[in-house]
């Protein structure tokens, strides 16, 4: 699969609508009762791009950035000013923030993730895309150092670790992160008058596996 390691211009994303999307197969019984089943084992998000235009500066870079994409051909990085790091938003990262694994004394390679939690229940997504210089990495509570004890593949989302953890702690992580997209359409719609007049063009992004 095609992908350009550039973010969509975030001044853009900013604004936009959109989130998670679950696809579930509901079959009604006979007595009324449902059962329920899902193909996916991780949500997928989509985003509307165009809602984040003010100007027709902004329209001009989104057709710079639709077309050197190739439209749906090349997938690229997204900003969910949503949800777009390893703590809440209020707070700033920090290598406490997501447990990514325990060691085991041999493995040294980890892959980034989040979990959601409400209730009982949880959900770990993997993180493929980190922003480059936000990963903080921990070991048993205690601070380690990139390129020191630990490196970070960017486009992956891998950390491999110098020395592997000790059987049984924690390895911890916190970062930025970006959601892998791609447009939805190969074709932008836009008018001058009637965006002068308040209206955007509408703009669908999905989210890709990577």
């Known amino acids: 699969m095609g992908f350009h390691e550039i973010r969509f211009p ?5 604004g936009s609508v959109g989130g998670p999307e679950r696809r579930t197969e509901v079959v009604t019984l006979a007595n009324g009762f449902e059962e329920r089943n899902t193909p996916w084992a991780h949500s997928r998000r989509r985003y509307d791009a165009g809602v984040g235009l003010r100007s027709l500066d902004d329209v001009e870079s989104l057709i ?7 439209g749906q051909l090349f997938a690229f990085r ?4 949503a949800d777009y790091k390893s703590c809440p938003a209020s707070r700033d990262v920090d290598y406490r ?3 990514i694994g325990i060691g085991d004394g041999a493995t040294t390679v980890f892959q980034l993730s989040k979990t959601y939690r409400s209730g009982l229940e949880d959900y ?13 990495a921990g070991v048993q509570g205690d601070a380690l150092v990139e390129t020191i004890n630990y490196d970070v593949d960017y486009e992956t989302g ?3 670790f110098v020395d592997a ?8 992580c916190g970062f930025e992160f970006d959601v892998p997209v791609r447009f939805d359409t190969d074709r932008i719609q836009t008018s001058v008058a009637s965006f002068q007049a308040g209206e955007v063009p509408t703009v669908p992004i999905v989210e890709v596996r990577v």
Do not use: H, M
């Open 165 to 172: 953890p000790d059987i049984d702690v924690e390895v911890t």
């Open 78 to 81: 997204w900003k969910d000013w």
């Open 158 to 160: 891998l950390i491999t």
């Open 64 to 70: 710079a950035f639709f077309e050197a994409r190739r």
């Open 10 to 14: 975030a001044n853009l994303s900013f």
């Open 124 to 136: 770990t997504r993997p993180i493929k895309k980190p922003v480059q210089g936000t990963v903080y």
């Open 97 to 99: 923030d997501q447990v």
